[in-house]
Each structure stands twice: as structure tokens, then as C-alpha cells.
């Protein structure tokens, strides 16, 4: 066997994109351009510069509408993972398989300038600590993403009696099988006002505003950036901070938590750890 397929074979960690182009509020959102590129083209540029991740994949669906995202992987010299258009569990979980992963950091493909330092702690943490899940929720929506063990993934598929798991979070909240941790984040990175995540037109005129005065070629910028820019202009805040409660209400509505009848005994009613609607301001 040859070096490079043996470096194949062994790869252990993976930044899953989870992506579709369904969303209606905003629609092809993840297409438009900024800067000459589609969000989901800086997505995948700030994700291959981390060098502490072997792969970086995007996880989208097996639907023929999503065929634009595959070719874009292609374009972008990265893997795609087509699977169930609405089980995005399951989803995850065979890619992580299919790319024999040990270890995932994911994030929703509306997140563009999720933070790559906070990336690399979260999964320093989900390394080196016995957790499930690592989250990051006290910085910007939008900076953060999540760090998973696929065995986790997969202890869920086996007790969920539902196919439709966009919003997992109750499974890991609510179940007495898994241990979650959130990473301490210093009072300097906290800014609950700012919503750098891309689900309505007013997110998408506050995202270009930051790319048209922080983006140079060849050169990314971070969440230190993005809060110095706002800290010197805090009315920016103001053009889609107001969206932060519609999000909310809607995310509640699609987040169900639903288990097989032999592991209802499993689920209880008020959360072990804080979710993500205590979050956001």
C-alpha cells in the first residue's frame, strides 16, 4: 500500500459542511457572491487553511437540486457526502464513516466566518477530554462550531424514532448518555448583539459589509477582526440583531426530540445542559 493511501485510510479528523439549497427565507443563500466568490467558496477556503484538520467535507444531500454543491466540492479539491436529504444525523454519521473519521468538527454552510482558532480549541477539547459533544455558544452566532464524536452520532441513530433531526441538539441536551462541554470564552470574545450566521437579507447585508472592509486576497481574516471592526462601528450590530428572536422561534419549532418506545425512559423533560436559545440575546 502506498504512503498516500495509507494516509487515506487513517485519517481521523474532518470538518463536516453541512449544506443544502433549500432554504426559502434566503433563498441560494450559500451561492451568492461577496468579493468576487459564493459564501460557500470562502466557507471552504478558511476550512482547508486549518491545519489540524485532515479533511474537509461537504455533507449534503442525495437530492438532485443539491448536485450544484458536489460540483462545487470538485471545483474546491474536496470531498462530498451525499445522503439523506433530512436526516442530517444519519447524514453525518455516514460520513464520518465512509471517511473513517475519529473525530468531527461541523458547522451549517450559512456560517462563513466561523472562527478557525476557536475551532482548533474545540477540538483540542473533544480530543483530549471524554466529551460527546463541544460547543462554543457564547461566542457570535455564526463564529462558532461544533466538535463531535461519530460514536455519539451513532448511539443516536440507534435510539431516534425520527428521520427528520436538522436541529439535533435535544439529543444530546436531554438524553442521560452523553457528556457535553462548552468552552470557557473570554469576556473580550463575547458580543451577543453581533449575528454573523446568514439566514435572512438582513444577515446577508451585514456579512457583505464586514467581507467589503476586512476581505484582502489571499489573506483571511478572524473573529478578532470582525470584533474590532463592530467595536469601532457598533451600529452594525443594529442591521440584523432584531433577527436573533425570529431565528430563535423558528428553531424551537423544528427542534423535536423523538426515541424509540424502549428508550423513552432515556428522555427527560428539562435539559441536563443549557441549549442554545439561552444563548442568544
Same mark, same amino acid.
Request: charged share 30%; net charge positive; hydrophobic share 35%.
Given at each position: 500500500?502506498? /504512503?498516500? @493511501? ?9 470538518? %463536516?459542511?453541512?449544506?443544502? !439549497? &433549500? ?13 468576487? &466568490? ?28 443539491? @448536485? ?12 462530498? $457526502? ?18 473513517? *473519521?475519529?473525530?468531527?468538527?461541523? =458547522? ?14 474545540? *477540538? ?12 462554543? $455558544? ?33 439529543? #444530546? ?14 469576556? +473580550? ?6 449575528? =454573523? ?7 446577508? $447585508? *451585514?456579512?457583505? +459589509? ?10 483571511? #481574516?478572524? %473573529?478578532?477582526?470582525? %470584533?474590532?471592526?463592530?467595536? @469601532?462601528?457598533?451600529? !452594525? /450590530?443594529?442591521?440584523?440583531? $432584531? ?5 430563535? +422561534? ?5 427542534? &423535536? *426530540?423523538? !426515541? ?5 425512559? !432515556? ?12 444563548? =442568544? &440575546?
Amino acid at each position: 500500500m502506498s /504512503t498516500i @493511501q495509507t494516509m487515506k485510510r487513517f485519517k481521523k479528523t474532518g470538518f %463536516l459542511i453541512i449544506a443544502r !439549497l &433549500k432554504s426559502t427565507r434566503l433563498p441560494n443563500k450559500i451561492l451568492k457572491k461577496i468579493c468576487g &466568490k459564493s459564501f460557500i467558496d470562502h466557507m471552504i477556503i478558511k476550512l482547508k487553511s486549518a491545519d489540524f484538520i485532515d479533511n474537509v467535507i461537504v455533507c449534503t444531500s442525495n437530492l438532485t437540486k443539491d @448536485q450544484k454543491l458536489e460540483k462545487i466540492s470538485k471545483k474546491n479539491n474536496i470531498n462530498c $457526502f451525499r445522503g439523506d436529504p433530512d436526516d442530517v444525523i444519519k447524514r453525518m454519521y455516514e460520513a464520518s464513516i465512509k471517511h473513517n *473519521l475519529k473525530y468531527i468538527l461541523c =458547522i451549517t454552510a450559512d456560517c462563513p466566518l466561523v472562527d478557525i482558532p476557536y475551532a482548533k480549541k474545540i *477540538l483540542k477539547k473533544l480530543k483530549n477530554e471524554n466529551f460527546d459533544l463541544v460547543r462554543a $455558544f457564547s461566542l457570535p452566532h455564526g463564529a462558532f462550531c461544533y466538535g463531535i464524536r461519530p460514536k455519539a452520532l451513532k448511539t443516536i441513530c440507534d435510539i431516534k424514532n425520527t428521520k427528520y433531526t436538522a436541529n439535533w441538539e435535544k439529543y #444530546f441536551t436531554r438524553i442521560k448518555k452523553f457528556k457535553v462541554a462548552d468552552l470557557k470564552i473570554p469576556k +473580550k470574545h463575547i458580543c451577543r448583539e453581533l449575528r =454573523i450566521t446568514l439566514d435572512y437579507y438582513e444577515d446577508f $447585508f *451585514l456579512i457583505r +459589509k464586514i467581507y467589503k472592509s476586512l476581505y484582502k486576497e489571499k489573506k483571511l #481574516f478572524n %473573529l478578532e477582526d470582525i %470584533l474590532k471592526l463592530v467595536r @469601532q462601528n457598533p451600529k !452594525l /450590530t443594529s442591521i440584523n440583531s $432584531f433577527r436573533s428572536s425570529d431565528y430563535i +422561534k423558528n428553531y424551537k419549532s423544528e427542534t &423535536k *426530540l423523538k !426515541l424509540k418506545n424502549k428508550f423513552n425512559h !432515556l428522555k427527560i423533560r428539562k435539559p441536563i445542559y443549557k441549549e442554545f436559545a439561552n444563548f =442568544i &440575546k
